[in-house]
Structures are given as structure tokens and as C-alpha cells.
């Protein structure tokens, strides 16, 4: 079996890269797993991205521990702990980077027991999540190193992909991957098949088990120990949430218990109170309300009221 992950930032396009690898791989005859996976999803943040294929069903699930190739789209990530880039790496584990260094450097910079490389990155960028095709490039790559993928196979896949897209796009598109992958040919087929692993010799990793807490030590209250009340975070808000007492029930909970920051307090008559020096605007409150009783408005309208001395 094959097992091949990707890194790279939101925006860059692993998550393509990853489903044009195992598009081809498929096209190749194989059995083919593939799938993103995030952590922050915004555009900049560290994502990894999976391809297992073998030619016989695949029973392996959840992420690759111990890669055969791993791929970095962005240079920036290696030195990242978040990252994870070298997790698993072995002597028979092949690293790409696409990267303005020379193998050299990169080598002499990481000295790893496997073997480095470098796909010679086409352009800088200021934004590095605009790295022009760059998932592309690092899918095309990838096809090359397995040595078991057809050039019009690796056209056809990435054709498949990104079909949506208008056909200049696509033809770009077409063109990065087929250059990187004859860059890579160069290489030779290094990247091997590993053997598949017995569900009986699974060694379980070393987790670590949280200590239980009870709820009020664990809940994200503003106001408990250990937290920052200092430090005002409804200075973030854009917009506020703000209670019409004439429609508020009295539930005394729904709004507090779903505030993250637990920002909502109640009195002893059951009327929820917001501390606006710490509530951030993420308007839960607005959504979970039964009676719809909290609204949202402009934290500038509410701010323009307050300098007016009129109640927000």
C-alpha cells in the first residue's frame, strides 16, 4: 500500500491535490482513499491532506502515522511544530518539498535518515497562500515518484477535478502538474509500496488521559481562576447582542449556559445580564433564544447610543 500525505496552508489547495492523486490512482487500477483534514479552517492555516492506495481493499482508516511520501507545499511549514511535517518519518520514508533551496540544503538542514527533495517552486509570492497551482505541482509530483501512474493518466485526473473551472484554469492547471511530474521523473520511482500492517501487531498510541474536572473548574467562565478578566475581549466585537426584557421568558438558562465565555449571567429574579467587557459578539446568544428575545446590533449604532446617553 501507498500512503502519501500532504502538507500544506488553507488556500493552497491540498485537498485537491490529494483527490487529483487519488483520482489517478484510481484511473491506475487501484483501490484509492483520500480526504483532507483540518484544524483552524480558515485560508493560512496548517492542513494535511491523505492518499492511501493499494491494489486490494483498503481496511486502514484515520491518519498516516507512518508515511512513505510526504509532500510540503509551503517551505514555511517544516519548521512548524504544529505542522507535523517529520511525524513519521523513516530511512525509507521519501520528504518533497517544493521549495527556492536546493536538495543540499534542505538535507543538510533536517538530516534525515530518507531521502530529501526539492520541487523547484515556480515563483515568490508575497502571500504564501497564493502560491500559484502550487497543490497541483506537489499532485503531479507525487504521480511521478510512485512510478505507477501514466502521464495521460495524471492528465485525465486532474481534468476530472477540476472540471468546474473554466477551461483556461484547467489547462493550467494541466500544464503545472504535467511539468512537475516530468521534473520528478528525473528522480526515478522512489517511493515504495510498505507492507500492510496486522490489525493484531497494532501498538496503541500514547494518549494522553485527561485529568477529570468538574464542570465548574472545566467551564470557560470569564470570571473564574486562572482566566484573564483583564484583558477585554469585547473591545473585538462587531456587532451586540442586545435582551428585550419585554420578550425575555426567564428561563434563566438556555442564554447563559450556551455563551462559550460565559459572558450571560442571571440574577436571583431570573433576568440574564450580558458583560459586554468580555463578550466577543459570537451571537449564540441571538441564535438559541427561544422567544428571540436577544437581537443583534452594530457595536458602532450601540456605541454611537451610549456617547448619546440613549439605552442601546
Known amino acids: 500500500m501507498y500512503r502519501i500525505r500532504f502538507h500544506g496552508r488553507g488556500g493552497q489547495g491540498m485537498k485537491t491535490a490529494s483527490r487529483i492523486l487519488g483520482s489517478a490512482f484510481f484511473r491506475a487500477g487501484f483501490d484509492v482513499q483520500d480526504a483532507p483534514r483540518y484544524g483552524a479552517e480558515r485560508r493560512g492555516a496548517p492542513i494535511f491532506a491523505y492518499v492511501r492506495a493499494a491494489r486490494k481493499p483498503i481496511n486502514e482508516r484515520g491518519i498516516i502515522t507512518e508515511p512513505d511520501l510526504v509532500i510540503v507545499a509551503d517551505e514555511s511549514l517544516v519548521g512548524i511544530a504544529a505542522a507535523g511535517v517529520p511525524q513519521g518519518l523513516t530511512e525509507r520514508s521519501v520528504l518533497l518539498i517544493n521549495s527556492h533551496e536546493d536538495t ?109 474536572e468538574d464542570a465548574r473548574r472545566s467551564a470557560p467562565a470569564i470570571h473564574a481562576a486562572a482566566t484573564s478578566v483583564q484583558v477585554r475581549t469585547g473591545l473585538w ?76
Open 104 to 212: 543540499a540544503t534542505w538535507a543538510h538542514r533536517l538530516n534525515l535518515a530518507g531521502p530529501v527533495l526539492v520541487l523547484p517552486a515556480r515563483e515568490t509570492v508575497a502571500d504564501r497562500a497564493e502560491l500559484p497551482f502550487a497543490g497541483t505541482a506537489c499532485a503531479g509530483a507525487a504521480a511521478a515518484l510512485v512510478g505507477v501512474i501514466p502521464r495521460d493518466v495524471l492528465d485525465a485526473a486532474v481534468c476530472e477535478e477540476l472540471a468546474s473551472l473554466p477551461a483556461t484554469v484547467i489547462e493550467q492547471n494541466v500544464s503545472v502538474a504535467l511539468h512537475a511530474y516530468d521534473e520528478m521523473q528525473e528522480q526515478g520511482v522512489l517511493v515504495r509500496e510498505a507492507p500492510a500492517r496486522s490489525a493484531q501487531n497494532y501498538q496503541p498510541p500514547a494518549w494522553l488521559e485527561p485529568v477529570f
Open 237 to 312: 466585537r462587531t456587532l451586540r447582542p442586545v435582551i428585550d426584557y419585554d420578550r425575555c421568558n426567564k428561563c434563566w438558562w438556555v442564554c447563559s449556559t450556551f455563551c462559550p465565555d460565559s459572558c450571560i449571567t442571571v440574577t436571583a429574579d431570573g433576568v440574564p445580564e450580558i458583560d459586554y467587557d468580555h463578550c466577543k459578539g459570537c451571537m449564540i446568544c441571538v441564535a438559541k433564544c427561544p422567544p428571540h428575545a436577544i437581537g443583534a446590533i452594530p457595536e458602532t449604532e450601540a456605541r454611537d447610543a451610549e456617547a448619546a446617553g440613549e439605552p442601546s
